[in-house]
């Protein structure tokens, strides 16, 4: 027997929770719920466009620092269509560039991957807290990966 395990939901981190929540539905996330229980509990979860997993914050979720939470993905099949249309909401976005992801920035080079692979152009931005978001760029996944 097989048992499925989704990841549906990672908390952030924030510092003001109003802000965050209309950061975030600026990017065009549908907010799926905002339930402040009591005064020490409150949760906002919102989720991307065609994603299947959620972000919630709120007070009493989490005890890391607001804005620790970094690299965090979102896949697009366009990254530079992407980067437009977050550019369009008022969000501060990185110009794209390829190579390797990670603390290792020396291969980063500028622009798009030069010849269009899967899973080599990025874009990067953050939220008012400083929580740090990667736009990757996957146009064919690798086997198994639906």
Avoid: C
């Avoid at 965050?20 to 402040?36: C, I, Q, S, V």
């Avoid at 110009?95 to 980063?108: A, K, Q, V």
């Amino acid at each position: 027997m097989t048992i499925n395990y989704r990841f549906e939901v990672t908390v952030l981190p924030v510092s003001d929770v109003e802000r965050a929540k209309a950061f975030y539905e600026t990017l065009g996330w549908r907010l799926d719920a905002d339930f402040p229980i009591n005064d020490n509990l409150r949760i906002v979860q919102l989720t991307p466009p065609g994603s299947k997993a959620s972000i919630q914050f709120g007070v009493g979720l989490t005890a890391a620092p607001a804005g620790s939470s970094q690299d965090l993905l979102l896949v697009v099949d366009d990254v530079e269509e992407a980067r437009q249309d977050l550019l369009a909401r008022g969000v501060k976005v990185s110009e794209t560039w390829h190579g390797l992801r990670g603390l290792d920035t020396s291969t980063r080079q500028p622009g798009p991957d030069p010849q269009g692979r899967s899973y080599g152009s990025y874009a990067s931005f953050t939220d008012p807290d400083g929580n740090g978001w990667l736009l990757q760029q996957v146009t064919e996944r690798l086997p198994n990966r639906d």
